[in-house]
């Protein structure tokens, strides 16, 4: 399983790594133009120029107030910085205020929070995409509300990013000692410098994008998306300026709030001064008590230099645009609640006369960040003010007026503009029976979609172990898997496994130098052939000899030498044997394997087919030209006439479609794997246009291990296998005084609990970002862990067990048969209202591709379950509440149970 990039040779597709070489040449009287790197615009003013300093002012272009004339800019100076703290407290701070906002909006949809929503529009009305480029609030909130702390930089970025998620407003800060000139909000004409953090990089703005430029460059692209490298925020920093950005609903006292928090805690913390300077319509310039650097111009030689430069070494764009949108997304089921209060909006505003300015598909219904102004919020008001030229409050009476009445909603409240509904108590209640009734399908979408898609992940090579990567992609695209199932889509899973190459070669020399007895075990077995795959990768690498013997047993498999073949298809077999076994005890399985050579024949031969067309030949190797796209060039047949992984993902992709023709197809791998996917993507597209938009690969981040005390069985290196075993016997210890279990009910128990306790891990982040796997929290039964809601559940059931089945149904509306939320207690109610939401992040986490939402969602039931627990009796609760309570009861552990599942989680019983 090999492949090329550049000059570089790549192994197999679970260590892929991919490169792009840039290549600047330099015009002969362009002297200062030394290497392949960019000659920032700092170090040329210290050759040429003579650097002055002058009052440094902050402005507001007037085409940005034509644009949003409501706009308000605070800009916060601190001087006497000491970021050399060490921090404890303001991340303390940070991840208290992390965990309140999880709790608060961990319920809604972010983006038509009425602090998020403006700014998406805002981001729509320049040319970007929200969903892709966010502001920076959105962005940190995202994170923090699929429950991943966000990052530890240094102490006065910590700071600022706490300010930013407790007021919910954009946040950013620079060093000035990066700083050239004034700094001005202003629309980009497309060719300014923007180098990002931590590259080198040149990625120019959008023409007409909106950003912070200085006279070097863009030091802040997108308003508030992505800060420049040059004035990052470093340990070193001892002055800085800090924007806070407000658009309506963002009031001027709700920032300068945040601003004189901001300076508060920069003084208690970093010993920090600060003074905050306005930009608003009516002020749109301000000179600040600072200095900055300033190259005088007429020190620049005649022709523009910079622009030169920059010309010059003008390359293509970043690929991120390269996908198009995935189709899940615009995908709604209308019986969900949301879409019946959406369609209750739209009654009232064709009622008002307001039909003829949006659509019915551009009204936002979401879960209020506050419960208690009510289940659903929309701001549509807001929306349509600017259209009618009135105010939001106005239009929102208007509306208010129109609604119907309808049995789902109690009543309809007004809070600043928004229209907040209460559902009616009865109605959840009925929800309730609607748990009851439905049971196992109970979140499932109701509508049958006519779309196929293709899941491929998991992709572990023979005659080696899975790693714990292999782990996380065997759990993740399980789990969406069952979630895409449940919104309706036909499903099709698909594993690709490397079955030859070099890795095989190297297992099979030292097997055949060891001569080892036959394991009677797959367990055994599968042990033996990493043990002699890690024996066979080192003599490789330090052993000339080994290294001629192993290039020709691979070459000898290629050609299926009869010397080698049968231990080749004997070991082979023991490694795909294991697979399916290890899958099974996983909770995972496939619709169908493809191996590598089944493909490789095929692969060859479409791209010999292809030369002159798609593909070209170059220094007797063949190619594809990435480059033509904005991407890398990538060789697909190597000098030698073999196939690279390249042109055997021609082949497999082929023979999928012929197999199962597919509407869209998921590849889920490492992220390291991203540049690759788009150059073989791209060649498939300019192959058969059928593929144009079906395919996408997403890239998942890596798992790391807090802990390095973990060891394997194996050798050096923690396999997933070693993880679940290890987690198994971690298991075993935390139950082993349960009297009232058998040992063989302990042995099951442990390996459910234990491979729970993984996939919860692994499934409640963001799963495209790099995560840490910290075994104590995963296998503890109290934290927000699998095992915890394994254990809510199985509470819930024992309380089950002791009554009939039959009195669980029928619930009335409330434990009096009146309509009055007063009936139910505050712990009942919360769980009634947040029951009947689960089908519709059963189907947003599909959608997104995401299970950190339904993890999230179901850690939030099992917490508000056992508060209902602790407070109130069940079984000895009297008449109609007893019957209530049950109901309530049963209606939860239906709702984990089904929950759980699409995780690939099992629900016990008895724990």
Known sequence: MSGTTRVNQIKDRSTLKSSRLITIQPKADKQLLRDESFLFWKEYCKIVNIIKLKKMKFKVSPEIFEKYPNLIEAIVILKNIDNTVDGKE?????????????????????????????????????????????????????????????????????LYNYCSVKHILPFGGEDFSGVYGNMELKHCAGDEEFIPIMSKENEPPDKGEVSWLDDQGVTCRKWNWRQCDRTKVTEK?????????????????????????????????????????????????????????????????????????????????????????????????????????????????????????????????????????????????MVLAGKLKKKPNFVADVIQEHIPSRNVIQHVSLKEAFINFHLNPKWLANEINKILKEKDTYGDSLKSREFKLIVEFGQPNT????????????????????????????????????????????????????????????????????????????????????????????????????????????????????????????????????????????????????????????????????????????????????PTYEAKDMGLQTIKYKEWPFDYMMIFTAHEQSEYFKVVIKALEELNPVFQDRIRHYGFGMVNLKSGKMSSRTGNIITGIGLVEQAIEAVKKLIKDKNDLSEKEKEKI???????????????????????????????????????????????????????????????????????????????????????????????????????????????????????????????????????????????????KNGLGLLGIEALEKM
């Open 463 to 642: 005659h080696k172990m899975p790693h714990i990567g292999h782990l996380f992609s065997y759990m993740y695209g399980e789990s969406i898997a069952r979630l895409t199932k449940a919104m309706g889509l036909e499903i099709f899973r698909a594993n690709y496994q490397g079955d030859v190459g070099p890795h095989v070669a190297k297992c099979i020399w030292a097997f055949m130098k060891n001569k080892p007895g036959i394991p009677k075990t797959l367990r055994e077995k599968a042990g033996l052939l990493q043990k002699m795959y890690q024996e066979g990768a080192t003599a490789y690498k330090e052993d000339e000899k080994a290294k001629e013997d192993i290039d020709r047993i691979n070459k000898m498999i290629y050609l299926k030498d009869k010397k080698i073949d049968a231990i080749y298809k004997e070991t082979r077999q023991w490694s795909v044997d294991f697979y399916e076994e290890f899958e099974k005890s996983i909770g995972v399985h496939y619709d169908r394997y493809y191996f590598e050579s089944e493909v490789a024949e095929l692969g060859e031969k479409i791209v010999k087919d292809n030369i002159g067309k798609v593909f070209k030949e170059s220094k007797g190797a063949v190619i594809f030209e990435g480059s033509k796209f904005g991407l890398h060039d990538r060789v697909f047949i190597t000098k030698r006439g073999t």
């Open 237 to 381: 920093t001892k002055e800085g300026y800090f924007i806070i950005d407000g658009i309506p609903p963002a009031k001027k006292e709700d920032i300068n709030e945040a601003a004189e928090d901001f300076i508060k805690l920069a003084k208690k913390y970093l010993n920090a001064r600060g003074e905050i300077y306005w930009l608003d319509r009516k002020n749109p310039e301000v000179e600040v008590n600072i200095k900055t650097k300033v190259a005088e111009s007429s020190q620049l030689p005649a022709t523009n230099l910079r622009k030169e430069m920059i010309k010059t070494q003008k390359i293509n764009k970043s690929t991120k645009d390269f996908y198009k949108k995935n189709p899940l997304e615009d995908m709604v089921d209308e019986s969900l609640v949301k879409y019946k209060v959406r369609d209750l909006v739209w009654e009232a505003i064709k009622k008002a006369k307001y039909g003829k300015y949006l659509k019915k598909e551009d009204i936002k219904v979401e879960h209020p960040q506050n419960e208690e102004f009510g289940d659903f919020s929309t701001n549509v008001a």
């Open 90 to 158: 303001i991340i303390e701070i940070l991840r208290n205020e992390e965990e309140k906002k999880k709790n608060t909006l961990s319920t809604i949809q972010l983006s038509s929070h009425p602090a998020i929503q403006p700014w998406r529009d805002a981001f729509k009305s320049f040319g970007s995409k929200p969903n892709k480029f966010s502001s920076s609030v959105e962005a940190l909130l995202k994170r923090v509300v699929k429950g991943n702390e966000l990052p530890d930089i240094n102490p006065l970025v910590n």
């Open 750 to 896: 442990a390996e459910k609990v234990a491979i729970a306790a993984i996939k919860y891990s692994f499934l409640k982040n963001n799963p495209f970002q790099d995560s840490v796997f910290d075994f104590e929290e995963s296998i503890n039964f109290e934290g927000n862990s699998g095992p915890y809601l394994q254990y809510t559940y199985a509470r819930a059931k024992s309380i089950l067990k002791e009554i009939e089945q039959s009195t669980i149904y029928n619930l009335p509306s409330s434990p009096a048969g009146g309509q009055s939320s007063k009936d139910f207690n505050t712990e009942e109610l919360l769980i009634l209202r947040t029951l009947y939401k689960f089908p519709e992040v059963v189907f947003e986490s599909g959608m997104n591709l995401a299970p950190n939402l339904l993890c999230s969602y179901l850690f939030d039931l099992a917490q508000k379950f056992n508060l209902f627990y602790k407070k109130h009796k069940v079984l000895k609760a009297k008449n109609e509440e007893r019957k209530a309570r049950l109901a309530i009861t049963a209606a939860t552990a239906q709702v984990i």
